[in-house]
């Protein structure tokens, strides 16, 4: 399975929450496979859905998925830290590691190598990491949802894209009725 699949695997249990996704081709698959008022597609911020998941989770009580791929991850480690030491029980962090840099090629990502980013996490202060492979992601993220607790998972997949349309939605329009499915 690769980061599509996963996306395909989890649309029906992300459907009803917040969700914040990766730069690129994450959102792109993400559009195509189950486009929600409720997606927020990272257009342009590589390394931020993770922040930026945070934060809206801190600002309020609904669920909040951000999605977020390994080398997204690791161009921003300082995240992971921040997410620790700001508990927000109603946040979750989905990292989609298929050890490349997906959106520009798939070059490798050390998380492909040795670094473990579900130990990193772990090391940052990260209470509740769990690690999976990919056809057991939809099974965790529901349980992650349904324990009410911060949870970062780390979903081992294949690397490796398909072909999908960029977004035409007007930026502002995925803006406008995100905030709206945010007040809701």
Sequence with gaps: MNRSD??????????DHLVVCNIGLPSQE???IDDQPTNFYMLGTMGL??????GLALSQTKQ???????????????????IANNVADNYILLII??????????????????TSLAEVA???GC???????????????????????????VAKCASGNIKVP????DPVVIRDRFMTAIQS
């Design 166 to 169: 960029v977004i035409t939605k």
């Design 49 to 54: 859905a993770s922040s930026i998941g945070l």
């Design 122 to 124: 772990r090391a940052c």
């Design 30 to 32: 993400l559009h195509m």
């Design 97 to 114: 590691d298929n050890g490349s840099y997906g959106s520009t090629g798939d070059q490798p990502t050390y998380a492909g190598k040795k």
């Design 64 to 82: 909040v998925i951000a999605i977020d791929g390994d080398g997204s991850v690791l161009t921003n480690l300082g995240t992971l830290p921040t």
């Design 127 to 153: 209470d509740n990491v769990v690690e999976v492979t990919a056809k057991d992601t939809a099974q965790a993220l529901t349980d992650a949802l349904a324990a009410e607790r911060m949870t970062v998972i």
């Design 6 to 15: 996963i996306l395909r695997d989890i649309a029906p249990v992300t459907r």
